[in-house]
């Protein structure tokens, strides 16, 4: 991996790190004991402790951070109604929630007749207002040269980047989001990161 490709992607996922720390209170377990039972107070745990990350998801998967902020909220609001069928693994909470953004992600390339989405244009009102919690260490320019460079990888190099350093899935539960082994995951990361570096040098990024 080039140097400026590792920046970039360490830059992101610290970032993402900050964004996503668990805060202290009660463990997802407890939580979702309390969630079943339309607990307010755990359903605004869950949201605080998971929004930040699934937002990030959905926005570089759709390309669009007005529907990323729509998608976020009908993640959270299917979550409510099936909290009931929650079973612990694959992820646990977390994963959880990220196969219902996956999937409505999905759904919504599918209602645009499969097209990718366009290459994103940054828009400093939704910068300045925190809603691309990337945009705190990352600058202008290097996080459009991220945009660009993923439209160009395959759907599935897309999704492994997408999972493993945006959402910060461990390997096994991207294993299980994607329906391959732990084996095929690495081997796919390894070419979807071969492959950003070849997009971003193309597009003439330097850190």
Do not use: C
């Not at 004991?33 to 605004?44: F, V, Y």
């Not at 979550?79 to 999905?106: C, D, E, M, S, Y």
């Not at 599918?110 to 705190?136: A, F």
């Not at 997408?162 to 690495?186: S, W």
């Amino acid at each position: 991996m080039t140097a400026p490709l590792q920046i970039l992607l360490l830059a992101l996922q610290a970032t993402l790190s900050s964004q996503t720390q668990r805060t202290s209170g009660p463990d997802d377990d407890a939580l979702v004991e309390r969630a079943r039972k339309l607990d307010d107070e755990a359903w605004q745990i869950i949201f605080n402790r998971h929004y930040s990350r699934i937002y990030s998801f959905l926005y570089y998967k759709v390309g669009d951070p007005n529907v990323a902020e729509d998608l976020s909220g009908e993640v959270f609001e299917r979550a409510v109604k099936n909290i009931h069928r929650f079973k612990p693994r694959g992820g646990g909470l977390a994963g959880w929630l990220t196969r219902i953004a996956q999937n409505l992600a999905h759904d919504y390339h599918r209602r645009r007749n499969s097209r990718p989405p366009d290459p994103l244009e940054l828009n400093e009102s939704w910068i300045s207002d925190g809603l691309d919690p990337s945009r705190q260490v990352l600058s202008q320019e290097s996080a459009a040269y991220l945009h660009q460079a993923l439209q160009k990888l395959t759907p599935q190099q897309r999704d492994v980047i997408l999972l493993r350093f945006i959402a910060q899935m461990r390997t096994p539960e991207v294993a299980k989001i994607m329906g391959k082994t732990e084996g095929a995951i690495k081997a796919l990361q390894h070419r979807a990161l071969a492959s950003l570096r070849r997009e971003l040098e193309t597009l003439g990024y330097h850190d």
